[in-house]
């Protein structure tokens, strides 16, 4: 298998660099060379050997770390050059074009470029919660220059990366391999997060950081590390960057999974945690997070400006519930329950109206059949696993409330669940084991006679 993996690294990498080129002269990217291709190729393969190395250091899971790693990195990157030729950035998520564009901008503007700089400006001033995603398309394009391909394998990076925070994430709270290991597959193959990590879009980053704060916090709150207090500054920063409201919910899920957490009131452990807190607090006001967080709340955590975004959003295409209004308290409670339900399990069958909402039909039909197995996880979680689920538990709840009440279009919705959807595979994995450890218990009683 492994030499399969090489084999085929090595094939795809090769064709990429020989075909790509001549097939999308055609289209609008500039003159994309064979040279071009190489460096995103060689940017792809770069980083997969230092994710690689570290993936290395696990010896206990090691090889299955490795091949998990390789082969859903690959299968994104077969996914980003498929987009890349068939020009689908627009089709899939038209926001990659933006980033492209204001990358190259920024990059233009750190040359000292007068008129880029004044554009980007105006960009960070009306998109403020992607100016991270902007900075790092635009970091890329100073090293090799604009190059749309090598976001997308950069992505592909992130995403087939985040599997493995995952599995970490769920070995540490369940001490259980086999959960580990079923959660991490799905966040490596299911198609909507490979989908949208597989293009130039702020998505695989954001979920990339969340769960690096979440396996950073859960480290920290049973042990005391520099090492794990600035990665969890680092993930709060960068998701501050990316998208500023999931940063509240998060900070908010990880300082109450420090109090829940707590495995026993002691001195010692009450001055971990509050260490911690008070070390991450400081380095996040030091960084400015404090007064951009602040003005960013002022200007879009109003209910009349949620209102207002979610109104946009209704009247596009696959919107709904253009007559709900979420300005004021009880009419944004009474909106959860159906945004629950669209954010949960939108798009319905019955609106498959369209070649993207189509292609989304076996997806969902695996996750309808998965549902009742993150019902049994959360409960079993809850019952057994609180204090050390809490974060998660904490997080997912809030952001899915939040969707519920900010959301008001079908396709916006599937595109924001896989924010939420690499934990809940995780509650998923829990719910698969117990069944499976239940039936392997009555086989052996079985065979016992009993």
């Known amino acids: 298998m492994k030499v399969l993996l090489v084999v085929a690294y090595l094939l795809v990498s090769v ?15 500039g003159n994309f060379s064979t040279f071009d291709a190489g460096q995103a190729v060689l940017l792809w393969l770069t980083l997969g050997l230092v994710v690689g190395y570290f993936i290395y250091q696990n010896k206990e899971n090691r090889s299955f770390l490795l091949q998990l ?4 990195l690959l299968v994104r990157v077969l996914v980003s050059t498929g987009i890349f030729i068939f020009n689908g950035q627009e089709f899939f998520g038209g926001d990659a074009n933006t980033y492209d564009f204001y990358g190259y901008a920024q990059l233009k503007a750190w040359q000292g470029d007068a008129y880029y700089q004044m554009m980007s400006n105006h960009f960070m001033e009306g998109q403020a919660s992607a100016w991270g995603m902007v900075k790092m398309v635009g970091a890329v394009y100073s090293v090799i220059g604009r190059n749309t391909l090598a976001i997308q394998f950069l992505n592909s990076v992130i995403g087939a990366a985040t599997a493995i925070l995952v599995f970490h994430c769920a070995q540490h709270v369940y001490k259980n391999v086999r959960v580990a290991k079923i959660a991490a597959i799905c966040v490596a193959f299911f198609p909507s997060l490979v989908l949208w990590s597989a293009q130039g879009l702020k998505d695989a980053p954001i979920v990339f950081f969340l769960v690096l704060a979440i396996l950073a916090s859960l480290r920290l709150s049973e042990k005391f590390s520099l090492t794990y207090a600035a990665i969890l500054v680092v993930a709060l920063f960068s998701i501050l960057s990316l998208r500023f409201y999931v940063f509240y919910m998060i900070a908010v899920a990880i300082g109450g999974g420090f109090v829940v957490g707590l495995q026993k009131i002691t001195p010692t452990n009450f001055a971990r945690q509050f260490i911690v807190l008070i070390l991450v ?3 996040l006001t030091y960084l400015g997070v404090t007064r951009y967080a602040n003005s960013q709340f002022t200007r879009f955590g109003s209910l009349e400006a949620i209102q207002r975004s979610r109104l946009d959003l209704s009247r596009a295409g696959s919107g709904f519930g253009q007559d709900v209004d979420v300005s004021t308290t009880g009419g944004a409670i009474s909106t959860i329950p159906i945004g629950l339900i669209y954010l949960l399990f939108a798009p319905f069958p019955w609106q498959l109206v369209s070649l993207r909402q189509s292609i989304t039909l076996p997806e969902m039909i695996i996750w309808w059949l998965s549902f009742p ?6 409960w079993y979680s809850i019952k057994y696993r609180l204090r050390q689920i809490a974060p998660i538990l904490i997080f997912t709840t809030m952001l899915s409330l939040a969707y519920s009440v900010f959301q008001g279009n079908v ?12 934990f809940y595979f995780v509650f998923v994995a829990v719910g698969a084991v117990l069944l499976k450890e239940k039936k392997e218990d009555r086989d052996r009683m079985r065979e016992a006679g009993l």
């Not at 790693?69 to 859903?72: A, N, P, V």
């Not at 396709?411 to 690499?422: E, F, N, W």
């Open 411 to 422: 396709g916006t919705a599937y595109r924001q669940r896989a924010q939420l959807l690499v």
């Open 281 to 283: 607090g400081v380095s």
């Open 373 to 378: 197995l993150l019902v049994l996880g959360i």
């Open 69 to 72: 790693f390789g082969w859903g």
């Open 15 to 29: 064709l990429i660099v020989v075909f790509v080129p001549p097939i999308v002269a055609p289209f609008d990217y």
